[in-house]
Nanobody, 119 residues
Framework: QVQLVESGGGLVQTGGSLELSCTAS????????MGWYRQAPGKQRELVATITRGGNTNYADSVKGRFSISSDNVKNMVYLQMNSLKPEDTAVYYCTGVVPVITTVRYYWGQGTQVTVSS
């Protein structure tokens, strides 16, 4: 089992910045990719950014150039630096960890942290 705990959400004005952190515990050695998803009210959960254990990153088009994902494999943490925030970035942000299981993968999720961007 893997446990994920997010922190760093809050209220910020348009154009502001926030950094989210996620700490993994438990069987962290089995983790492969980690990342961030978000879910706005009335919308489906969507991918924000992912990072592999080797450091390769992937971003949603809507956040490219504004958000940056990074990780510290020693501390078992993943970060999401969010700059130039927009009201449409308002959502609950979830940390996720992916564990390979035989021929498939299992996703672990944190409890989520609220990010609100005021206009």
């Amino acid at each position: 089992q893997v446990q994920l705990v997010e922190s760093g959400g809050g209220l910020v004005q348009t154009g502001g910045s926030l950094e989210l952190s996620c700490t993994a515990s438990g069987r962290t050695g089995s983790l492969n990719d980690m990342g961030w998803y978000r879910q706005a009210p009335g919308k489906q959960r969507e991918l924000v950014a992912t990072i592999t254990r080797g450091g390769n990153t992937n971003y949603a088009d809507s956040v490219k150039g504004r958000f940056s994902i990074s990780s510290d494999n020693v501390k078992n943490m993943v970060y999401l630096q969010m700059n130039s925030l927009k009201p449409e970035d308002t959502a609950v942000y979830y940390c996720t960890g992916v564990v390979p299981v035989i021929t498939t993968v299992r996703y672990y999720w944190g409890q989520g942290t609220q990010v609100t961007v005021s206009s």
